[in-house]
Nanobody, 122 residues
Framework: QVQLVESGGGLVQAGGSLRLSCAKS????????LGWFRRAPGKEREFVGG????????YYADSVKGRFTISRDNAKNTVYLQMNSLKPEDTAVYYC???????????????WGQGTQVTVSS
């Protein structure tokens, strides 16, 4: 079983930056992809970006493309979500999740972290 722990959330002004971390542990050999999702108040959880474990290709939602970047540190079993030029509409609880293959769909991911709050003030 895979365990995921997010960190790095907080309060930032519009235009600022934050870097979220997702530390992965446990039985990770079945991980094909790691995705970042977010849930804003009153909204459905939505795909933000993801990384394919083999090859390291990254994918982003149109709403964050050019502002958010996913990277990983294999030695630390950690994936990062660098968020720049943050907007108030980026305010949400951010989650990382892993699954056997890359997908933008929530249901394709089998293990989730607890989430970390990101609040962007205007």
């Amino acid at each position: 079983q895979v365990q995921l722990v997010e960190s790095g959330g907080g309060l930032v002004q519009a235009g600022g930056s934050l870097r979220l971390s997702c530390a992965k542990s446990g039985r990770t050999f079945s991980v094909g992809a790691l995705g970042w999702f977010r849930r804003a108040p009153g909204k459905e959880r939505e795909f933000v970006g993801g990384i394919a474990w083999i090859g390291g290709s990254t994918y982003y939602a149109d709403s964050v493309k050019g502002r958010f970047t996913i990277s990983r540190d294999n030695a630390k079993n950690t994936v990062y979500l660098q968020m720049n030029s943050l907007k108030p509409e980026d305010t949400a609880v951010y989650y990382c999740a892993v699954g056997p293959v890359f997908s933008t769909a929530n249901e394709e991911y089998s293990a989730w972290g607890q989430g970390t709050q990101v609040t962007v003030s205007s």
